[in-house]
């Protein structure tokens, strides 16, 4: 592979991953999951208006979109009224520019790079959301699972068959321990958003992959719990914490260790 390539690639991962950020804020609103904060314009879509301030509202200048570049240029305050912008921005940003060159680096250049980029692309948003709002919408797990069973078909990530009952078992699995939990505790315990994730990771990686992938996001959960502990956040056992992230990452991880680590499921 040569170096204009992995620049090429890493500089569509950096604008893609700008975009993602405009997913991850607009998103919730528009799909009606949040109330948009008071005096936020509602008659947006992804596309327009251009890019504001969410404090003061005021357009963000050309050169200060570029990706990475311009979050450092205005040194993480907005040029105008200079409150702080959230670092989330330029951290999902980097991260859609690492899993450009992950999935590059992996599957080489290839059009099932291309699809397992789609994937991280998915998973990041998914887990960038859930951190923010709680919601794990269905405007993006649901068409993740179509997709997955569609990259099967294409790339033979795993076998369709696999990849079918994944979808089946993963969100079955899930969607099953909710309801045992609602019934036997007389609340939720996971959310509809988790069982169509995991339903989704299967229809990506399989079926054989779940149950690796549910290990994994508990102990990142576990992980994350203690850390939040140790920040002196009270935990009980009815504190409401997000599992996308857990999910997402969990899957993420599994779906290239299967590619890049031989006989990883063995």
């Given amino acids: 592979m040569s170096l204009f390539h992995s620049i090429w690639i890493a500089l569509t991962g950096l604008a893609i991953g700008s975009f993602l950020n405009v997913v991850i ?3 919730p609103i528009i799909w009606g999951l949040v109330e948009p904060l008071e005096g936020q314009k509602t008659n947006f879509n992804l596309a327009f208006p251009r ?4 404090h003061c509202k005021t357009q963000i200048k050309a050169h200060h979109l570029i990706p990475l570049m311009g979050y450092l240029l205005i040194k993480g305050h907005c040029a105008h009224c200079h409150k702080k912008i959230s670092p989330l921005y330029p951290m999902i940003e980097l991260a859609a520019l690492l899993a450009s060159l992950l999935a590059l680096w992996v599957w080489g250049f290839s059009g099932a790079a291309f699809g397992a980029f789609i994937l991280f692309c998915f998973l990041l948003c998914l887990a960038a959301i859930d951190a ?9 797990t649901l068409p993740l699972l179509w997709l997955g069973l569609g990259a099967n078909y294409l790339w033979s990530f795993v076998p ?3 990849a079918v009952i994944g979808a089946v078992c993963g969100y079955g699995a899930l969607a099953l321990l909710a309801f045992f939990y609602r019934r036997f505790r007389g609340h939720d315990g996971l959310g509809g958003g988790d ?3 995991l339903g989704a990771l299967g229809a990506w990686a399989g079926w054989m992959a779940l149950p690796p992938i ?3 996001a508990a102990i990142l959960a576990l992980v994350w719990i203690g850390f939040l502990a140790l920040r002196g956040k009270q935990i009980s056992a009815t504190t409401a914490l997000p599992f996308g992230p857990s999910l997402a990452l969990a899957g993420a991880l599994v779906f290239t260790a299967q590619k890049a680590i031989p006989d990883f499921m063995f």
């Fill in 195 to 197: 069982a169509k994730l």
């Fill in 160 to 162: 369709l068959a696999d």
């Fill in 132 to 140: 923010r709002t709680g919601y794990l919408p269905d405007a993006l």
């Fill in 25 to 27: 804020y607009r998103g």
């Fill in 51 to 54: 890019s504001h301030c969410p």
């Fill in 214 to 216: 549910l290990m994994i």
